[in-house]
Nanobody, 125 residues
Framework: QAQLVESGGGEVQPGNSLRLSCAVSGRALMNGAMAWFRQIPEKGRMFVAA????????RYADSVQGRFTISRDESKNTIYLQMNSLNTEDTAVYLC??????????????????WGQGTQVTVSS
């Protein structure tokens, strides 16, 4: 059964780092586009980063470009999001998502059929 499970969230101070993991069950999902979104109650799900299953090319939201890095380890069926220089505006529930129809995912949450439950990231002094 296809399943995505996030881990690695927590509470950190501004300027610190966290690494999120998304364990993927189901080979079909790993062969498709994988992405991270974040959700804030008043703003819905916002695109963070995506990685291609074809050539590992990546795409980032402007707000995280240069601070966050998405990567994949096929041997572990896991997607990662390394988050550096965190600030209070990064506080959100982070979710990983899969679109088996594409190699590189879009920025539109509606294109993703599979979602994890999310992991909370809180950046606070």
């Amino acid at each position: 059964q296809a399943q995505l499970v996030e881990s690695g969230g927590g509470e950190v101070q501004p300027g610190n780092s966290l690494r999120l993991s998304c364990a993927v069950s189901g080979r079909a999902l790993m062969n498709g586009a994988m992405a991270w979104f974040r959700q804030i109650p008043e703003k819905g799900r916002m695109f963070v980063a995506a990685i291609s299953s074809y050539d590992d090319s990546t795409r980032y939201a402007d707000s995280v470009q240069g601070r966050f890095t998405i990567s994949r380890d096929e041997s572990k069926n896991t997607i990662y999001l390394q988050m550096n220089s965190l600030n209070t505006e990064d506080t959100a529930v982070y979710l990983c998502a899969s679109d088996p129809r594409r190699f590189l995912g879009t920025v539109d949450a509606r294109d993703y059929a599979y979602w994890g439950q999310g992991t909370q990231v809180t950046v606070s002094s």
